[in-house]
């Protein structure tokens, strides 16, 4: 059974199927590593989000002072501290939620893969050519079993989980909850699906890292002030000057 919005996604999954084909046919893939090619297309097409997010969080990790301070001054009610928390996001033009786009943006590509790999069509074309195996894979079209399994679950849970703390640890609310939830929900369907749900993943998670690196390597986020130097430079700021006095005409 083909999964029900097949129908929705099928443009999608028309077109995931011309890029792990222009990557077996045309460059000489084989079938997992056109998978991985999908995926490091995938996430070229969001990079324009990605970097978006990686602003978003430098912005966060740069007013984490002041966003502690209102967390502090509000922290016996928690409703004013939600409104004073998105005022201040507007106020700064922060958007709270941007480093969840990304990752859901990949949900649709991901389940078009899930379609494709479980099409006839496709499945009778990887088995005509006689290489569904991919390293310990034994056939990315089919479930994994024994230490096939065992491995795949062991990657998929350990670059999820570095590619989860590496997000997480620049963000606070909703979206940390999501990058850590989003995961554990996929992943009971992921071990029980074709191979090449997992390595897209895998390959996925492996992105995240490296281009976490590369950020870090190339443009390292500014130090957060600390609590004493806000504190200070407050008391340091000087008031502003009184309003003059309107000059009574005669």
């Keep these: ?11 999608l999954v028309d077109a995931a199927n011309a890029v792990i084909l222009f990557f077996h046919d045309n460059l000489g893939f084989g079938w997992g590593a056109a998978i991985i090619g999908l995926t490091f297309v995938t996430r070229l097409l969001i990079l324009p989000l990605s970097i978006k997010q990686i602003k978003s969080m430098r912005a966060l990790q740069a007013l984490q002072p002041q966003m502690k301070e209102i967390q502090e001054k509000y922290k016996d009610d928690k409703e004013r501290m939600q409104r004073e928390m998105m005022e201040f996001y507007r106020e700064n033009g922060i958007n709270p939620l941007a480093s969840c786009w990304p990752l859901l943006l990949q949900l649709p590509v991901f389940f078009a893969l899930f379609n494709l790999l479980r099409g006839d069509d496709f499945r009778e074309e990887v088995t005509q050519s006689g290489s569904e ?3 310990f894979v034994q056939s990315v079209i089919e479930k994994p079993h024994g230490a096939e399994l065992i ?3 062991v990657l998929f849970i350990g670059t999820q989980l570095a590619a989860g703390m590496v997000m997480a640890s620049r963000v606070e609310g909703p979206q940390r909850a999501i990058m850590f939830i989003l995961p554990i929900v996929i992943a009971p369907f992921i071990i029980t699906q074709p191979a090449g749900l997992a390595v897209y993943w895998i390959a996925t998670n492996v992105w995240t890292l490296g281009q976490q690196y590369v950020v870090q390597r190339v443009a390292p986020p500014p130090e957060a002030a600390k609590p004493e130097a806000v504190a200070a430079a407050k008391a340091a700021k000087p008031p502003p000057p ?3 006095k309107k000059k009574k005409r005669k």
Excluded at 1 to 11: E, G, K, R, S, T
């Design 242 to 244: 009184p309003p003059r």
């Design 1 to 11: 059974m083909i999964f029900p919005v097949a129908d929705i996604l099928q443009p």
């Design 133 to 135: 195996s991919f390293l």
């Design 151 to 153: 491995i795949l679950i």
